[in-house]
């Protein structure tokens, strides 16, 4: 999992206009934390690998469609979710919820169960309540 460096100063951004505004004049995501599945292109300090070495440090020229509208909503892109390396399609051998770049991941709450393949990452980590939403 990766955080957002920025993801602090606009959840403070959101709560000083909550503390401003008129109750109900706020809409749409505004504040809301999202976590992204690692591979989401954002144009910003978060890296989009696919859980390889590989693509670590990558430029993207803009963000992901998903992500231009959550941004526009207002939305918090707290971080990314770790995924299984290339979203599983490198080997039918690698093991679910594993990545290079991550290591293994596992089911929060039971050690031996499946970590729900090329989302474990998003997967565990709303479970273990780190983020209340993922993409």
């Known amino acids: 999992m990766e955080i957002n460096p920025g993801a602090l100063f606009q959840a403070d951004k959101a709560d000083n206009e909550r503390r401003v505004k008129a109750p109900g004049s706020l809409v749409g995501l505004r504040g809301i934390p999202i976590l992204l599945k690692e591979y989401i292109t954002t144009k910003d300090k978060l890296n989009s690998t696919s859980g390889s070495f590989a693509l670590l440090g990558s430029v993207v020229p803009r963000d992901a469609g998903v992500v231009v509208k959550l941004r526009k909503a207002a939305a918090i892109i707290f971080g990314k979710g770790s995924l299984s390396g290339w979203s599983a399609f490198l080997s039918v051998r690698t093991p679910r919820g ?31 309540n780190l983020a209340k939403t993922s993409f």
């Open 98 to 128: 594993f990545s290079a770049r991550d290591g293994q991941r596992k089911n929060p709450y039971v050690l031996s169960a499946d970590p729900c393949g090329s989302s474990s990452g998003s997967a565990i980590s709303v479970a273990a």
